[in-house]
């Protein structure tokens, strides 16, 4: 799947876009999970910011 979408985000208008992974880990049990967002390239530094929330 991760395949599909980064050969999306080479063509055309696709550039435009970039993907963010965040890592967060849970204060329960210590384990980390990723999360993937697709964002534009201006919003990417509010993408960040909105995960550390």
Known sequence: MAKK????LK???G???SKVITMTKSPK???Y???EVIV???H???AIVASKK
């Open 5 to 8: 979408v980064v050969a999306t």
């Open 11 to 13: 063509t055309g208008k």
């Open 15 to 17: 550039k435009e876009y």
């Open 29 to 31: 049990t210590g384990a």
């Open 33 to 35: 999970s990723f999360k």
């Open 40 to 42: 534009h390239n201006d």
């Open 44 to 46: 990417v530094q509010d």
